[in-house]
Structures are given as C-alpha cells and as structure tokens.
C-alpha cells in the first residue's frame, strides 16, 4: 500500500520558517523523482520543487527559489522542504508527490502576523 504522508505545516508569522517532511512507503522511494505542490483556497494548483531520485538534481518555482531547500534522505524514504523567509502567500496546503503519480493528503502551511 502506497503512501505519502506530510508532516510539519502550521501557522508562522511573516519572515519566519518551516520544514515539512514527507514519508514515504509502500514502493521504491529512491527510484522516483520527487515534487512539493501547493495549492492555495482559489488558486491552481502549483509546482514549487522537484528532486531527481538520487537527490543530484533540484528545480524550483520562481516564487521560491532562494527561499526553500528541497531535499530527500533514501535512506529514510523521506522528502523534506525548508522554507525560510515565509511571506503571506506562501500560504497553501502543500502536497508531497512520486511523479505525480502519488499523491500524500496535504498539510497546511499558514504565512500571518
């Protein structure tokens, strides 16, 4: 049984931080190619980073590139995302993924003073 499950959103004040986690099971972890997605109340569904399946290789929205860290320990099976210096409209549930392929249930992230 697959799974992905999210971990480590919660509310932050504006130039704060957060690292979420994302564990994953139930198939081959390191052979797949990882994403973090956010999706805010109204908005579409957006990309914000991608890891290759050995960690080589990461690519980030515009949005947050010098801000979040993607990042993967095989070993572990788990993804992380760090996020630094949070502003307001990086509030949106954020969605670990395999390819797109799998998808874990979300947790919210909350940018407000």
């Known amino acids: 049984q697959v799974q992905l499950v999210e971990s480590g959103g919660g509310l932050v004040q504006p130039g704060g931080s957060l690292k979420l986690s994302c564990a994953a099971s139930?198939?081959?972890?390191?052979?797949?190619?990882m994403s973090w997605y956010r999706q805010a109340p109204g908005k579409e569904r957006e990309l914000v980073a991608t890891?290759?399946?050995?960690?080589?290789?990461?690519n980030y929205a515009d949005s947050v590139k010098g801000r979040f860290t993607i990042s993967r320990d095989n070993a572990k099976n788990t993804m992380y995302l760090q996020m630094n210096s949070l502003k307001p409209e990086d509030t949106a549930m954020y969605y670990c993924?395999?390819?797109?392929?799998?998808w874990g249930q979300g947790t919210q992230v909350t940018v407000s003073s």
């Open positions: 890891i290759t399946s050995a960690g080589g290789s990461t």
């Open positions: 139930g198939f081959t972890f390191s052979s797949y190619a």
């Open positions: 993924a395999a390819l797109s392929k799998y």
